[in-house]
Nanobody, 120 residues
């Protein structure tokens, strides 16, 4: 059994900051790529940032220079530092991880999401 749990969402004012965390637990051998996605109200889910197992990162243009993705492999945890938040960053943020289980099979796992609301 593998669990992916996000935390850190909340209400923040325009220009503020938040740190999201994603913790992976359960019967895992290793974690490959990890991704933050978000789904704004009444819009499609979109990729925010990704990080490989050796910490190579990639960002959506809309968040580049404001958000920083990182991971702590010893803690099976991924982070998203969000600075300079804008009202258009309001969304449910989801953690997506590619996890290798104890028998060597890789699977795609999603968290339940955490709400980020940025007020004007």
């Amino acid at each position: 059994q593998v669990q992916v749990v996000e935390s850190g969402g909340g209400l923040v004012q325009d220009g503020g900051s938040l740190i999201l965390s994603c913790v992976v637990s359960g019967s895992i051998s290793s974690i490959n790529g990890m991704v933050w996605h978000r789904q704004p109200p009444r819009k499609e889910r979109e990729l925010v940032a990704s990080i490989s197992s050796n910490s190579k990162t990639n960002y959506a243009e809309s968040v580049k220079d404001r958000f920083t993705i990182s991971r702590d492999n010893a803690k099976n945890t991924m982070y998203l530092q969000m600075n300079g938040l804008k009202t258009e960053d309001t969304a449910v943020y989801y953690c997506h991880a590619f996890i290798v289980d104890r028998i060597g099979k890789e699977g795609s796992y999603w968290g339940q999401g955490t709400q980020v609301t940025v007020s004007a």
